[in-house]
């Protein structure tokens, strides 16, 4: 069905007649493949980029069975992810949890160059990905709004003008059935337009709901991308971009953990089963576009991307998951956002490059409203309106100096001004209540200096100190609440890029020190969830990466990440002390000590494909292996994520001219049942599962 839609849409294309097949098993594909990325805003060779960076092709995503953002951690160890109604990426123990309407991630997610403004935008599909790059630590003088952990830098598939097919649709367990597909054309000599679309159904849960009897866990997504690429001059590109997404699940439904008692007595009924009697899900729906300008002046290439968003989200929310009614109700969340960057990049050759840039983001986020009632309202029914608006401001710019053969002194600086306002009020049983009003600006200088030598083409060492900031921020959810002070983080790294033997191995490494402060944390006040600060944090850790082709066709691939990440200082913490007959009560005590949390002391994958060539097309066995050690989700460390296991796996079959493919894969083959949220609150601590063990075959056609 998904294919017979695409070439709908594409109905007079003539696609290109078949070729000989390629040759199989030559030297060249005995040599790692190059990978080429923009994290320095122009096109190198990963291994040349003097910087801590995981890239992953379109094709290795396929391959690993990546489908959404949250699964990019089974390729990158240092990254992990919390998943709810909105997603909270951790990049070396740097982020926090996204709690409130208007919240902002300390690690920066960019689509084609435009911020995500919202986290409610960040659990779809990776539809018409080109590549994925994950750059860990600040970033900020050239990226246009500054991120304190990290980028997730995502590029997608620009329009071609060769016709171009290439779709693909599956079935798995739990009834799940999904479809991608992606086409492209020419229009005229200048003009060349792609769609891509992604449709996601499983209609079977993971488990049921004891209370109400129905399904637990089930979901349902589709995007749609547009583009159209104007290329009016061989010095000039213009793209418009046009994208929706729509995703209804239940990521944000829990039920007590094991072990624990909720506030009404209840328990865990199982790791994927439900409790409550309120049927909990959030739906979203993302309307976007952007138009970026791309201008080569000779001197210079202008650029200047300008984008718009719009997310609605509705919630209904259940405080404890349990089978009695204590504090409930629907959430209606929005989100819009307008974002202007402009760029200039200076030629690649010459001794002396450079990057200048001025950037300006406008959103309003806010909960309309978030309606609640329930047996400790009293029978009241409460509505919570709150609206935050922020406007930021920032130039920044990086040089590099070749001032001696092969070695480059890198400098970058960053100046950010940022105004926030939050107004709200709570209107009880329809009775409007006081409204409140509070601003505030906040600004800081970030500077990033790097200095490194290449030995020889394939052999890099650099180090390079950075500051990263991530602004203040009011609680939209309680417009009373004082405002967030800004993080602030300084990083030092150390680090090499080496490949080895004719390019068949691949070695990078890197060991970093963080110094952390005004850590923006969570805790519950008067059953509101809200963001304070904790004082100071210190992570000290290391990385190894390394991808080996012993013989053509063989890749290996292995990675280790070590983080130790803890409170310096935080002696004020929200602490849970348990109550007899069930729920929590709180109170203040010293996590000074403690680890941060959705950071592993220890984390690996492993990975190996080997492509076998015969005179009836390739076969393509894949194995992935994803181990990440213990570690918290509360500045507490009383709630404790055991060991996680995963193991991926998979057959795929291309016929001869790569027209078409058949993929037989499983996810999670040692079924380990691993949480994807918790949330601790007085009423239960509560826990969100990731899938349990999944199976499906994938049938591709490309034109």
């Known amino acids: 069905m998904a294919i017979a839609c695409v070439v709908a849409t594409v109905p007079n294309i003539a696609f290109a007649q078949s070729t000989p097949p390629p040759e199989r098993a030559t030297q060249a594909n005995a040599a790692i493949e190059e990978i080429v990325v923009t994290a320095q805003k122009r096109s190198e060779r990963i291994q040349d980029v003097p910087i801590s960076i995981t890239a992953i092709t379109g094709d290795s995503m396929t391959r690993r069975g990546i489908n959404t953002a949250d699964e990019l951690t089974t390729a990158v160890p240092a990254l992990t992810w919390q998943k709810s109604y909105n997603g909270a ?224 989200t509705f919630w209904p929310y259940d405080s404890d998951g349990s089978p009695t009614a204590n504090l409930q109700g629907p959430i209606w969340e929005t989100a819009k956002g307008f974002t202007q960057e402009v760029q200039l990049v200076s030629p690649s050759q010459g001794n002396f490059k450079w990057v200048a840039g001025l950037y300006y983001m406008y959103f309003d986020a806010a909960f309309n409203p978030i309606e609640l009632n329930g047996a400790e309202l009293g029978g009241a029914r409460l509505e919570i309106f709150g609206d935050t608006k922020a406007n930021s401001y920032a130039g920044f710019g990086e040089a590099t100096w070749t001032f001696l053969p092969s070695t480059n002194l890198i400098v970058g600086g960053r100046m950010t001004f940022d105004s926030r306002s939050v107004s709200g009020h709570t209107d009880v049983d329809g009775a409007p209540g006081a409204v409140t009003r509070q601003s505030k600006n906040f600004s800081q200088p970030t500077w990033r200096v790097t200095l490194n030598h290449s030995f020889n083409p394939d052999l890099m060492v650099y180090g390079t100190v950075s500051t990263g900031y991530n602004s203040g921020q009011f609680n939209t959810g309680n417009a009373a609440a004082p405002a967030v002070q800004p993080e602030k983080l300084t990083a030092y790294e150390v680090g090499f890029k080496a490949q080895l033997f004719d390019r068949r191995f691949q070695l990078n490494a890197s060991a970093f020190h963080y110094d952390y402060k005004d850590l923006q944390v969570t805790i519950v006040e008067n059953a509101v969830t809200l963001q304070t600060n904790a004082a100071k944090a210190r992570i000290d850790g290391f990385e190894v990466e390394s991808t080996i082709v012993p013989i053509p066709g063989l890749y290996l691939d292995a990675s280790v990440a070590y983080t130790n990440a803890r409170y310096s200082d935080y002696e004020n913490a929200q602490f849970y002390v348990t109550l007899t007959g069930g729920g929590y009560t709180t109170t203040t005590g010293d996590a000074t000590g403690n680890r941060l949390q959705s950071a592993p002391r220890w984390s690996m994958t492993a990975g190996a494909r080997y492509d076998i060539e015969t005179e009836a097309g390739r076969f393509t066995p894949a194995v992935n292996y994803t181990r990440r050690g213990p570690y918290y989700w509360d500045t507490q460390n009383i709630v404790r994520e055991p060991t996680q296991n995963l193991l991926g796996a998979s ?44 199976y499906g075959a994938t049938l591709g056609v490309k034109m």
Request: aromatic residues 10%.
């Open 89 to 312: 990426p951790f990049i070396r123990g740097v982020g926090k949890p996204i709690v409130t309407a208007g919240n902002e991630s300390s690690v920066g997610i960019f689509v084609d160059g435009v911020l995500q403004i919202s986290p409610l935008m960040t659990n779809f599909a990776l539809n018409n990905v080109e590549r994925v790059e994950v750059l860990k630590g600040p970033q900020g003088t050239l990226f246009g709004r500054n991120s304190n952990g990290g980028v997730i830098n995502i590029t997608t598939r620009e329009p071609s003008h060769k016709p171009t097919l290439d779709a693909s649709i599956g079935y798995a367990n739990y009834e799940t059935v999904e479809g991608k597909f992606y086409a492209s054309t020419g229009l005229s000599d200048t003009l060349a337009v792609s769609v891509a679309g992604a449709y996601y159904d499983q209609s079977d849960g993971w488990g049921r709901n004891v209370t109400t009897g129905e399904d637990a866990y089930t979901e349902k997504s589709h995007d749609i991308r547009a583009k159209l690429l104007w290329e009016p001059t061989d010095r000039t590109k213009i793209t418009l971009t046009g994208e929706y997404h729509f995703m209804r699940s239940q990521s944000n439904a829990y039920s007590p953990m094991a072990g624990t008692t909720a506030l009404d007595g209840s328990t865990t009924a199982g790791f994927y089963n439900l409790t409550s009697d309120y049927d909990t899900y959030v739906r979203t729906k993302v309307g976007a576009g952007s138009l970026s300008v791309r201008h080569d002046m000779g001197w210079a290439q202008l650029v200047s991307i300008s984008a718009y968003t719009d997310v609605r």
């Open 651 to 694: 057959l795929t079959y291309t016929s001869l001219y790569d027209r078409w493919s058949l993929r037989l894969w499983g996810k999670n083959l040692l079924n380990d049942k691993i949480r994807a949220w918790t949330i601790q609150r007085v009423e239960l601590f509560g826990s969100t599962p990731s899938a349990p063990r999944t």
